[in-house]
Nanobody
Framework: QVQLEESGGELVQAGGSLRLSCAAS????????MGWFRQAPGKERTFVAT????????YYADSVKGRFTISRDNAKNTVYLQMNSLKPEDTANYYC????????????????WGQGTQVTVSS
């Protein structure tokens, strides 16, 4: 069982930066792949980024590639999402998720989810 808590979301101007954090409970964090997903009002939840349990392999949605960076600190049981060059279309509730094993881009393959943190990018 893994419990996740996101933080760091706020209102920011277009072109700005934010770093989201997701703190995980449990002693087996380093065996879980972690993912970030987002959901805008009236839209489906979509994949943003994922990272392997070791942290050596990240993978990104095309819409954020080159602007967002996912990383993790297994000693702190925390995964991060550094978001640069933010655009209004990045506005969404951002969720972190965990799954045992390899990284994955499909939300249905993640059994553990946080409550989300709101990111709003003004134009």
């Amino acid at each position: 069982q893994v419990q996740l808590e996101e933080s760091g979301g706020e209102l920011v101007q277009a072109g700005g930066s934010l770093r989201l954090s997701c703190a995980a409970s449990g002693r087996t964090f380093s065996s879980y792949a972690m993912g970030w997903f987002r959901q805008a009002p009236g839209k489906e939840r979509t994949f943003v980024a994922t990272i392997s349990p070791s942290g050596n392999t990240p993978y990104y949605a095309d819409s954020v590639k080159g602007r967002f960076t996912i990383s993790r600190d297994n000693a702190k049981n925390t995964v991060y999402l550094q978001m640069n060059s933010l655009k209004p279309e990045d506005t969404a509730n951002y969720y972190c998720a965990a799954r045992a094993g390899a990284l994955n881009v499909y939300s249905n393959n993640y059994p553990y989810w946080g409550q989300g943190t709101q990111v709003t990018v003004s134009s």
